[in-house]
């Protein structure tokens, strides 16, 4: 189980959905953006999905160490055609 934050901090959008880079859907956020993530790898890219697309990215960390807390991650906003003009 990890915690996945957005930028600013706040929890996704409850019943948002991670995929993982080949497309596949690995979890779906929960209350508090809680998600149990299937064969998360580390160092992968993982993308954050609502509304028909992907909002933002993240990765997991390498190695995958926890110190008996919860895992939170970062979810950073995708770049776009306009913030690449």
């Not at 996704?12 to 993982?20: C, D, E, G, L, R």
């Not at 890219?45 to 697309?53: E, F, I, P, V």
């Not at 960390?61 to 160490?65: K, L």
């Given at each position: 189980?990890?915690?996945?934050?957005?930028?600013?901090?706040?929890?996704?959008?409850?019943?948002?959905?991670?995929?993982?880079?080949?497309?596949?859907?690995?979890?779906?956020v929960g209350e508090e953006g809680q998600v149990y993530l299937s064969g998360m790898q580390s160092g992968e890219?993982?993308?954050?999905?609502?509304?028909?697309?992907a909002r933002c990215d993240f990765t997991v960390?390498?190695?995958?160490?926890t110190d008996g807390q919860q895992l939170e991650l970062l979810c950073q906003p995708l770049a776009t055609d306009s913030d690449a003009a």
């Open positions: 189980m990890v915690i996945i934050r957005l930028a600013n901090r706040d929890a996704p959008p409850f019943a948002a959905t991670v995929q993982n880079s080949r497309g596949q859907e690995t979890g779906i890219r993982m993308s954050l999905h609502w509304d028909g697309k960390p390498d190695p995958i160490s």
